[in-house]
């Protein structure tokens, strides 16, 4: 894997790079959708192509139950399994077992865990997590880590980041023992809670090991956005430059454009997609909410600014109707509709930087987009 | 409208024509997926052109409760609301209200009923049935008819055959009256249940009227198939030779290949795609129910014999994987494999009888198609 930084914005930390990957360039700052069971929801491979997406994130959890991965390593992996021949990001399943709060069991040396499907009872721990993630044959791959909750004490965030630490070390050491081909990536992940000198022992000890690019985990998890931001800030100076940070599972258009500004490249979120499933669309002044009565005979677009295939085709009220009627193609509208504004203010994103005028896009996100919940 | 009729199969009665409608050709034999609720489920129409669907059949009870019929008129009619510029053919409703056997009341008036929805109140006449569907704008729309059930006596079938010829000459004068633009096109339907002199008076009668076309309704409602066929064949000779013939709501493949070679133009049913959300995918050879366990890990496509973008991309075993997972996606491969299918068999009906060789098609279907439910 190579990481191009190629240019700043210099107003702000932002940064324009460019990751070489087996599976083709991913240009960063970079949006991720998530395609949790190898199928973005309600989206064809052609439809996130037509999107210009660029990488996609899957999740080993779900992977590792069903189908399992052997399966889709038997079938030539994830890109071939489910047809999509541009990169692919896994996750290493930490997060997802970790958030089965009554059904695992941690100790040092992995997590024994009960499946959400049938009950069934497995043991992940930072070996079986590269060799599953291995078998999807990702691009790139995730530590397994200790995710911690909040709040947390000081004492409990670092007893999680010493285990993520040392989990850390184990999973490179797995990596390279079963570097076959050596297409793969793994990438490390920073825990630490929300205490700065945690984040940065946690960021030394990383950086110590080498990973060709440094996650920024347990954020997003419950704590204030301001607070949120302040950790990133204060660890990102802390990061090695010419690797690319990756902010896992972050978040609204506007936290993607706040922490671009403090040197972050790349992000996943399930929001665009599940919240397109549910009726919530983006707009550049907020959302809308399509079940509502007041859109039946509404003939504009979900946003007149946007230039999406959807907005550029249906009305609210056939949107609303889809919806009302519990239609599919509620689901794969409002979906295309949600993956083209994210991408699209990547875009603008990308744009900004160019023009050295980061701040300005920040100050128009901090202007303009109420808060999304 | 204009009907061409340019070519006879000769060694059965199938024939070749193309229908000249306002939004466009169809070529004949057609068969027309169903689109409920103004969309074939889980289907864009840019899927569906890609699929070189011709003709959408749409529902006028569900689009009349929901979204009603006067948004859909508001919005520029079924073709604008649902962004389908080629030819669309609506029922008139009939059909679906007398399906719902506890909640109607027939007079000769019309059909009062009770909305499957909320159950609010609605009175459906010749007249209002006319009303709707010229608010939906279809390119072809349907007298409303008195639908009978099976087994049936002879005086029901009487009765119901003479009312629904009292509707079709009330529909035939409202459609002109209210015949504005005069692009719409209003079909009379047969009636008669299984007795072929009911069903020679019920074409002479709308003969009598004149339609541009004649559908056979009233069949497919549980009698045995060599029953409909029969029927079918009987009834032929009594019909326009330069009409074209839609027997509706028919069938399967062999269904549809049978009605051909007995010398009907026009199809629609929703076995395709209902099939398709439940799993049961047609191949040449029958059928596969995909969520079967000796899937898992087949790397062979649906049927390796089909050309559609299905059968080229993926696995049984990822289409398995994606239909146990509940995603949404197993709804749209499936159904995109399906609508080929019958397209497919489209396109070879219409090969065979610009060959003069439809016999052999007939044979082949008879010999290699078992029965679907």
């Known amino acids: 894997m190579k990481f191009e930084l190629f240019d ?11 990751l070489h990957l087996a599976h083709g360039v991913v240009e960063t700052p970079i949006f991720m959708p998530v395609g949790t069971q190898a199928t973005v929801k309600s989206m064809t491979p052609d439809q996130l192509r037509d999107l210009q997406v660029e990488i996609l994130l899957c999740n080993s959890y779900h992977l590792y139950l069903r189908p399992g ?10 890109h071939s399994f489910m047809a999509w021949d541009r990169p692919i990001l896994t996750d290493s399943g930490g997060y997802q077992v970790f958030s089965l709060s009554d059904l695992r069991n941690i100790t040092d040396d992995g997590v024994r865990f009960k ?24 691009d790139i791959m995730m530590c397994l880590d200790d995710c911690l909750g909040y709040p947390a004490t000081q004492l409990e965030a670092e007893k999680s980041m010493e285990r993520s630490m040392v989990w850390a070390e184990r999973c490179k050491s797995h990596f390279e023992k079963t570097n076959a081909g050596g297409r793969q990536n793994l990438f490390g992940i920073l825990q630490g809670g929300v205490f ?19 996650a920024i985990g347990g954020l997003a998890v419950g704590e204030p956005k301001p607070l949120m931001y302040e950790v990133i800030e204060r660890i990102e100076g802390h990061l090695p430059d010419e690797k690319p940070r990756y902010l896992m599972g972050v978040g609204t258009p506007a936290d993607i454009v706040e922490a671009v500004a403090l040197g972050v490249d790349m ?20 959302h809308i909410v ?20 959807v907005c550029r085709t249906y009305s609210r009220a056939y949107l609303r109707h889809l919806f ?50």
């Open 115 to 138: 499946s959400h499907l049938d009950g069934s009872s497995h043991f992940l721990t930072p070996e079986t997590a590269v060799d599953i993630q291995r078998g999807l044959d990702s």
């Open 69 to 78: 991965y052997e399966t889709v390593a038997r079938l030539g992996g994830l």
């Open 290 to 309: 399509i079940r509502h009565a007041k859109y039946k005979d509404d003939p504009d677009p979900i946003d007149t600014a946007c230039a999406c295939p």
């Open 324 to 373: 009302a009627a519990n239609e599919i193609l509620s689901s794969v509208l409002n979906t295309i509709h949600n993956i083209f504004f994210y991408l699209d203010t990547i875009r603008r994103i990308r744009q900004f930087i160019e023009a050295h005028r980061f701040d300005e896009l920040l100050a128009e996100v901090r202007r303009e987009s109420p808060p999304v919940d």
């Open 196 to 214: 700065h000198d945690l984040r940065r022992q946690s960021a030394e000890r990383l950086i110590a090991v080498d990973f060709p690019g440094y």
């Open 8 to 18: 700043r914005d210099g107003r702000t930390r932002a940064r324009r790079g460019r």
């Open 267 to 286: 992000f996943d979120c399930v929001m665009p997609t599940r919240h397109a499933r549910n009726g919530w669309l983006f707009t550049r002044t907020g």
